[in-house]
């Protein structure tokens, strides 16, 4: 279904989220203060304002208020991301998500009621050193709330038995979502499937049930 979004402050990370919506055929109203930001991505946008984003007025005549989601995706500066988000509110926007440069801003943010905060370049740090420091984990997705979904390798001792044998779930209060084995996919797979050397498992949980299966999920800042 198509939407209409807004994002507020461009720059890599801005411009990066209007293309990939362009590319999901939805609708984009970009706003910032740099013309020539607005000039490189005015293709991928069904309108560009050049304004201040923390000026109500400019966000009215864009149309901000009629959007469905808005995106702050200026963070650098705090007091613009700030006030543009308190408007944003104001305006009754439904879904409101800013990106924030440190946890002491995220904080911040969360006090006016925005609905998700995002800290990319922490994610992408985290993710990375998850990578380097892990054997086998695959990849690494934070849901919040101490829940995260990862992909791996199995376990040495897991390889040769049955999931009704680990039982996961019972055990280690983990989620087996699906198995990858070379170019198949098994989803929600049978309790009698043996796992095999080479096997990429999905797994939900807590990060403390994978801490205690010594798979390194560490990655609090």
Same mark, same amino acid.
């Given at each position: 279904?198509?939407?209409?979004?807004?994002?507020?402050?461009?720059?890599?990370?801005?411009?990066?989220?209007?293309?990939?919506?362009?590319?999901?055929?939805?609708?984009?109203?970009?706003?910032?203060?740099?013309?020539?930001?607005?000039?490189?991505?005015?293709?991928?946008?069904?309108? @560009? !304002?050049? $304004?201040? %984003?923390?000026?109500?007025?400019?966000?009215?005549?864009?149309?901000? #208020? +009629?959007? =469905? *989601?808005? /995106?702050?995706?200026?963070?650098?500066?705090?007091?613009?991301?700030?006030?543009?988000?308190?408007?944003?509110?104001?305006?009754?926007?439904?879904?409101?998500?800013?990106?924030?440069?440190? @946890? !002491?801003? $995220?904080? %911040?943010?969360?006090?006016?009621?925005?609905?998700?905060?995002?800290? #990319? +370049?922490? =994610? *992408?740090? /985290?993710?990375?050193?998850?990578?380097?420091?892990?054997?086998?984990?695959?990849?690494?997705?934070?849901?919040?709330?101490?829940?995260?979904?990862?992909?791996?390798?199995?376990?040495?001792?897991? !390889?040769?038995?049955?999931?009704?044998?680990?039982?996961?779930?019972?055990?280690?209060?983990?989620?087996?979502?699906?198995?990858?084995?070379?170019?198949?996919?098994?989803?929600?797979?049978?309790?009698?499937?043996?796992?095999?050397?080479?096997?990429?498992?999905?797994?939900?949980?807590?990060?403390?049930?994978?801490?205690?299966?010594?798979?390194?999920?560490?990655?609090?800042?």
């Amino acid at each position: 279904m198509r939407k209409k979004f807004g994002v507020l402050g461009i720059g890599r990370f801005g411009s990066k989220i209007i293309k990939e919506l362009y590319y999901k055929n939805q609708e984009v109203i970009a706003i910032d203060a740099d013309k020539a930001i607005l000039e490189e991505i005015k293709a991928f946008a069904a309108k @560009t !304002v050049a $304004g201040d %984003i923390t000026n109500e007025a400019t966000l009215k005549e864009a149309g901000i #208020p +009629e959007c =469905d *989601t808005v /995106i702050i995706a200026e963070s650098s500066n705090i007091e613009s991301n700030v006030i543009a988000a308190q408007l944003c509110k104001s305006l009754g926007v439904p879904k409101l998500i800013c990106k924030a440069h440190n @946890t !002491v801003h $995220g904080k %911040i943010l969360s006090k006016l009621g925005v609905d998700q905060i995002i800290f #990319p +370049e922490q =994610d *992408t740090a /985290i993710k990375l050193v998850n990578r380097l420091t892990s054997g086998r984990m695959l990849d690494y997705f934070d849901m919040g709330e101490n829940l995260t979904i990862i992909s791996t390798e199995p376990l040495d001792r897991w !390889v040769g038995r049955t999931l009704a044998d680990l039982d996961l779930r019972n055990k280690h209060n983990i989620v087996l979502l699906a198995i990858r084995r070379g170019n198949e996919n098994f989803l929600v797979p049978s309790w009698s499937m043996i796992i095999e050397k080479g096997d990429i498992l999905v797994l939900f949980g807590k990060e403390e049930s994978f801490k205690e299966l010594r798979v390194d999920i560490t990655h609090k800042t």
